[in-house]
């Protein structure tokens, strides 16, 4: 079953870093999205991402977040200047189409990948 | 109740019961919801969609009911295994397709 493939699985940087974190979506799927789950508490919403732009972000995707889809591939969130609440666990997602709720087309997620910020 | 924070609140259930969890979603204009399993270090799993033109919908050993009178969700797992033991999650889609997830039910499932 095809799947959204996330690297790296755990990231330690130093408070002020730059960090990279990139996702292979599912290949024909055309939207793009990033959550985050701080430890133990529940899922939440960062952006999403069609046809080479944003189309929505939440209030937490301030300044020091970006995307890019720089090739056919790959999809990625750039921390600018990690702070050490940034310390999460960070999903990235994707869906064929954006949801209505039709058959065989919803948001799947990849496994993750733990950001912690010292 | 639900609780914030590091208490997730938990079913506990004997292997071969049936299990349900429950989720109170707060937008009426909500107008799809899925039913997701976490295990722990890993990524939310896709188990079961419904619309909001629907009130009942079956899968594999799993069945969603929607009540959007009262705005809520369940989740109704048959014949509960070990397997099933992880953090449940409902999410609502709300506009575009940006999904809001609830605070998650924790299901331990003895053998």
């Known amino acids: 079953e095809p799947e959204v493939t996330q690297t790296p699985s755990h990231q330690v940087t130093q408070m002020g870093q730059e960090v990279i974190l990139r996702c292979v979506p599912i290949?024909?799927?055309?939207?793009f999205y990033w959550y985050r789950q701080i430890l133990g508490q529940k899922v939440e919403f960062l952006v999403s991402f069609y046809n080479n732009e944003i189309s929505e972000k939440s209030e937490i995707f301030d300044d020091q977040f970006s995307v890019e889809r720089p090739d056919g591939s790959n999809f990625t969130l750039k921390i600018r200047s990690t702070k050490l609440e940034d310390s999460a666990m960070y999903f990235c997602?994707?869906?064929?189409?954006?949801?209505?709720?039709?058959?065989?087309?919803?948001?799947?997620f990849g496994e993750g990948s733990w950001l912690t910020v010292v | 109740g639900e609780s914030v924070g590091l208490h997730l609140p938990t079913l506990s259930v004997q292997e071969g019961d049936n299990s349900i969890i429950n989720c109170a979603y707060s937008?009426?204009?909500?107008?799809?919801f899925i039913w997701y399993k976490q295990e722990s270090g890993k990524g939310p799993q896709f188990i079961i969609d419904?619309?909001?033109?629907?009130d009942k919908r079956q899968g594999q050993r799993v069945t969603v009911l929607l009540n959007k009178t009262v705005k809520h969700l369940s989740l109704q797992i048959a014949a509960t295994q070990p397997g099933d033991s992880a953090v449940y999650f409902c999410?609502?889609?709300?506009?575009?397709?940006?999904?809001?997830f609830g605070k998650g039910t924790m299901l331990l499932v003895s053998p």
């Open positions: 290949s024909n799927h055309l939207y």
């Open positions: 997602a994707s869906s064929r189409e954006t949801l209505t709720g039709a058959a065989g087309n919803t948001i799947y």
């Open positions: 999410a609502e889609k709300r506009e575009y397709s940006t999904l809001t």
């Open positions: 419904i619309r909001s033109n629907m």
């Open positions: 937008n009426s204009a909500s107008d799809y």
